[in-house]
């Protein structure tokens, strides 16, 4: 009886996120997702116009019918190379093993999350908003949280060296990652980082055999370009806060120190686990290209916060409603920044987290 009503409960969750998109849903049988550019960017993974956006949409209406200039390929040029045998396939078939993928890569975090009570993660990922939109938009979040929980497993088996080496996946998003070296250092967690490196540089030497002594070069120009960082008013951090600001790069990079105080101070006041919800949960925040799939890294971040009641977990807890994110896409995106910071705070002032899930080995 308990688990047929977590079942009802996980499906309700989902057909919640289903109501709260509506209309907007009509586009993923038809491919009009953000896989558009992924199946791009593995058609050109061998090519020099992997990071030419005039080349990426030319590909795209070729391949697929259609074409947006704000689909355009910004992963490193091995995760194009990774997607270059799904990419052989017709784009309508693809898309559909791709949305099939992503569900299962949010099913396997939900198995593999090392956590007391995996019921509840699989609710929290039923519930999220950002997880669902993740989903349906073709997003590759989910494959994130997967490499995460990973991690958190061999690092609670003392097995940081390999950890470090499966979170290095993690660079095909390496920007909402940015607090990450100020965990590892505030951990002393040199063999999690020896395995990091090693993990990194293996991606950047496939990446420079794959496209090409030049492509930071190309690659950089893509990033720094405004045209592919559109919408900041619904972006759920930082870079949306102070949109309109002037010198607004000034509050991003104070931002950006508060946060990694932040993550040090929770890590020698608290503990690795609370650290880590601080990096994931600050990495949205100071991010400067984030959107609202991004946010289902909130779900890890909060179930490290193991037991009890608190302030903190009342305000992790509203993080993975729905509730937040419909306010975003209302224009209130100040109620999730809000949220976001309050709940970094709480990891500094909870002290050592309370968790039934094994302790870290990060040394």
């Known amino acids: 009886m308990r688990r047929a009503g977590v079942i009802l409960l996980c499906l309700a969750g989902v057909a919640a996120s289903g109501l709260a998109l509506g ?21 050109l993974a061998f090519s020099d116009g992997l990071y030419d956006s005039a080349r990426v949409l030319r590909t795209e209406a070729a391949t697929e019918g259609w074409s947006s200039p704000t689909r355009l390929f910004m992963r490193p040029p091995v995760f194009a190379v990774l997607l270059w045998p799904l990419a052989q396939l017709p784009y309508g078939t693809a898309s559909a093993v791709w949305e099939i993928l992503c569900a299962g890569a949010f099913a396997g975090f939900a ?32 494959f994130l949280l997967l490499w995460l929980a990973l ?36 951990n002393r967690a040199w063999r999690f980082a020896w395995g990091l490196c090693a993990g990194g540089a293996v991606l950047l030497i496939a990446s420079f055999a794959a496209n090409g002594a030049d492509w930071p070069v190309r690659y950089y120009r893509l990033l720094t370009n405004p045209a592919n960082n559109p919408y900041a008013g619904v972006m759920p951090n930082l870079h949306g806060l102070t949109a309109g600001w002037a010198h607004r790069e000034v509050f991003e990079v104070a931002g950006i120190l508060f946060a990694g ?69 209302l224009g209130a995106a100040f109620c999730v920044e809000a949220a976001l910071v309050a709940f970094l705070l709480g990891n500094y002032a909870s002290g050592p987290v309370i968790s039934r899930a094994p302790r870290l080995c990060v040394k």
């Open 111 to 142: 198995v593999l999350w090392p956590s007391g009570n995996r019921w509840a993660v699989a609710v929290a990922c039923c519930w999220s908003l950002p997880a669902f939109m993740s989903v349906a938009e073709g997003q590759d979040i989910g």
């Open 261 to 329: 105080a932040v993550v040090w101070f929770a890590v020698r006041r608290g503990s690795a686990e609370a650290g880590l919800a601080a990096v994931l949960a600050g990495g949205v925040l100071v991010a400067p290209h984030a959107y609202m799939a991004d946010c289902a890294l909130l779900i890890p971040a909060v179930s490290l916060n193991g037991t009890g009641l608190s302030p903190m977990r009342a305000v992790g807890t509203f993080l993975l409603t729905p509730v937040p994110y419909l306010l975003l896409m």
């Open 23 to 43: 209309p907007a849903l009509r586009y993923v049988p038809r491919g009009v997702t953000d896989f558009m550019d992924l199946y791009a960017g593995g058609k």
């Open 151 to 186: 991690a958190m497993r061999l690092l609670g088996k003392n097995r940081p060296v390999l950890a470090g080496v499966v979170f290095s996946l993690c660079a095909a998003k390496f920007h909402l990652f940015l607090l990450v070296p100020v965990w590892v250092v505030a």
